[in-house]
């Protein structure tokens, strides 16, 4: 059982550039979520989706966009990458929103934008 | 807004010197207080999950206890591999989408 599967590990761009990340879950879960992690700032929420077809903003959803084409998948994109955009970037899946649900993380992707 | 705040930011212990982390937090309805473990290029996993005040959960050395103002995370005689960062969450009964909102964390390291 693989959990949450990101791809790719690492990525180095030039600003101005673009990429996507993909987040792949295998737990039939409803929900999934986009976070960016930096030093002394903790996990920031970039975008989530509540569903097949929904996406919605978080905390800091400036200069990305995502999508959720497929329950299984989530994707996020970055148009033109700014160096501010340096980061771990965890993706996250949960079955819905009752008080008790956890969320489960992937190993994490961390992006170097020179 | 809610806000979650974890103290120290850093911790270094002896192997079997007991210590606690410390995780204060403001919201609107708490929904749920989540302590995760992670370790050096992983993702954050799962430890506990505390409702109210009052509610305490162990997992072999870790107990975990809440306030109506804080939660924290006690370690009885640490070992080596207790090393990790301890990151807090909470659910707030204004968040939409399940989504937690997450402390800075604190960087345990256990010396043998």
């Known amino acids: 059982n693989a959990g949450v599967t990101q791809t790719p590990k690492f990525r180095v761009l030039k600003t101005g550039q673009s990429m996507t990340l993909l987040c792949a879950q295998d737990?039939?879960?409803?929900?999934m979520y986009w976070y960016r992690q930096d030093p002394g700032m903790g996990l920031r929420l970039i975008h989530y989706?509540?569903?097949?077809?929904?996406?919605a903003k978080g905390e800091v959803p400036d200069g990305y966009n995502v999508s959720r084409l497929k329950k299984q998948n989530f994707l996020l994109g970055l148009e033109s990458a700014a160096p501010s955009q340096t980061s771990v970037y965890f993706c996250?899946?949960?079955?819905?929103?009752?008080?008790?649900?956890?969320?489960?993380f992937g190993s994490g992707t961390q992006l170097s934008v020179l | 807004e809610d806000q979650v705040t974890q103290s120290p930011e850093a911790l270094r212990l002896q192997e079997g010197e007991s210590s606690s982390l410390n995780c204060s937090y403001t919201?609107?309805?708490?929904?749920?207080l989540f302590w995760y473990r992670q370790d050096p290029g992983k993702g954050p996993e799962f430890l506990f999950t505390l409702y109210s005040a009052g509610e305490e959960k162990e997992k072999e050395r870790l107990k975990a206890t809440l306030t109506k103002k804080e939660s924290f995370l006690h370690i009885t005689a640490p070992k080596p591999e207790d090393s990790a960062t301890y990151l807090c969450?909470?659910?707030?009964?204004?968040?939409?989408?399940?989504?937690?909102?997450f402390g800075q964390g604190t960087e345990l390291s256990v010396k043998p």
């Open positions: 919201v609107s309805g708490l929904r749920g």
């Open positions: 737990m039939n879960h409803e929900y």
């Open positions: 969450a909470v659910r707030s009964q204004r968040n939409q989408g399940g989504k937690l909102i």
């Open positions: 989706s509540v569903g097949e077809g929904t996406t």
């Open positions: 996250a899946s949960s079955y819905g929103t009752a008080t008790n649900e956890k969320l489960f």
